[in-house]
């Protein structure tokens, strides 16, 4: 059943837009003129061909918001163990999303069921929201007649990866912002400030020391070549976008990302972490080592990490174990391949997968604080060397002038 977004006006003249399922155009007017709605604008969310199948159209502005996705995922596990069919469950979730994009994508879903496909699949239709890694847990908790379960520790997992990003986010978003605000002072100073004191200087027409005239030189490339600048900018960043997008690139920075000085610790630390929470998760969710290996590789979001975990899918094809692939390729930790390679021994392989993730948040939090405390007195360095290099830099010439006067 196709899904409808209208714009409207209450018997009472306030506004009203929402989305609406309906088969024709006329049914859903004829639905919205019963709840008292004036429509003004109507429509349709088309349904686009894939592969054979049907992908349900999306609008562009629609975001993934993992903590929304949580809490939705917690409350259809809620209702379906309190024996409501998964149908009316949806129905009762529906209304009350704040997301626009989620919305639709419920509707979708519910009708989806309602025409016969299995939850999984109906989820499959909507990629944005629900990646490869919640479709094959709910795939396999319909298959093992445990869905409820499932979507729980689905919710456990969405919320510790939300929460590790947050994180990561955290300790990187003040520096960050220190950052933009030193360049635009700086910016400043060289296009306004500084121009206006050098001119007087150079109006006195007395020798100009060094550093005033690589300052004065710098202010002119800035005021008078900033479209230059800002189109190399822009050409890097349209380049950096483009190798990225080739495999090769991506590698390569991805490999840079997890050596890079103290940064790369963190992200390695986020990297290990999100492997063996979803690698534990999954198992646990009774997906095969070698499928749950496959998902993995898609969300673990680092490329080097990804083809260590393909050539160890590969070699437990071979009659491998999972540790010994992953102690050879000398990108993960040797504590966390002893770990693996105790669960395997001890057939308590889940168990341990969430100790190492365990152990590494705790590591995320602890490194997060170091790299804080670390950029933030770099950062002031850095910025207190360039103001000092301006002030020097205006301060000489004029010392020369009091010492001539």
């Known amino acids: 059943m196709p899904v409808f977004q209208y714009k409207a006006i209450k018997h009472t003249g306030d506004p009203a837009e929402g989305v609406i399922d309906a088969a024709t155009p006329r049914e859903a007017r004829s639905r919205l003129r019963a709840q008292s709605l004036q429509v003004t604008d109507l429509k349709p969310l088309i349904d686009v061909a894939e592969e054979g199948g049907t992908v349900a159209a999306q609008p562009v502005f629609a975001r993934r918001n993992l903590g929304e996705i949580a809490m939705l995922t917690r409350q259809i596990a809620t209702l379906l163990n309190s024996g409501i069919p998964l149908a009316q469950s949806l129905s009762a979730l529906i209304d009350q999303c704040e997301s626009k994009g989620l919305e639709i994508a419920l509707r979708d ?10 939850f999984a699949n109906a989820l499959a239709k909507n990629p944005r929201f629900f990646n490869d890694l919640y479709v094959n847990m709910v795939r396999a908790g319909e298959a093992a007649g445990n869905l409820d379960h499932v979507l729980l520790r ?4 969405i919320q510790a990866q939300n929460r590790l990003r947050s994180k990561i986010v955290a ?32 109006e006195r027409k007395q020798a100009i020391p060094l550093p005033t005239e690589m300052l004065i ?25 483009l190798a990225l997008a080739t495999e090769a690139g991506r590698l390569a920075w991805d490999t840079f990302l997890l050596r890079v000085p103290v940064v790369g610790p963190l992200f390695k630390k986020q990297a290990v972490s999100r492997f063996a929470t979803t690698f534990a998760t999954l198992l646990e969710s009774g997906l095969p080592a070698l499928e749950a290996l496959r998902i993995v590789k898609a969300v673990v979001d680092n490329m080097l990490l990804a083809n260590t975990i393909e050539i160890v899918r590969n070699r437990i094809v071979e009659g491998a174990d999972i540790s010994t692939p992953l102690r050879q390729s000398k990108v993960f930790p040797p504590s966390v391949c002893y770990m693996i390679a105790v ?9 341990l997968l969430h100790k190492v993730a365990e152990a590494y948040d705790e ?6 604080q170091k790299v804080t405390a670390l950029i933030e ?3 002031i360095v850095c910025m207190a060397s360039v103001v000092l290099f301006i002030v020097l830099s205006i301060l000489l010439p004029i010392l020369e002038m009091s010492k001539v006067g």
Request: a negative charge; charged letters at 15%.
């Open 109 to 118: 879903v519910r009708e989806r069921i309602q025409q016969g496909s299995s």
């Open 154 to 157: 689905l919710a456990d997992y």
């Open 171 to 202: 300790a990187l978003t003040y520096p960050m912002v220190m950052c933009v605000i030193g360049v635009g002072v700086v910016v400043f100073l060289l296009g306004f400030v500084v121009p206006k004191i050098t001119r007087v200087l150079q």
């Open 217 to 241: 030189s710098l202010c002119d490339i800035l005021r008078h070549h900033w479209w230059a600048m800002v189109g190399a900018f822009i050409l890097f960043w349209f380049l950096f976008r």
């Open 343 to 351: 669960g395997e021994e001890s057939g308590k392989l889940e168990q």
């Open 363 to 368: 590591e995320i939090e602890i490194t997060s």
């Open 377 to 379: 007195p770099l950062m």
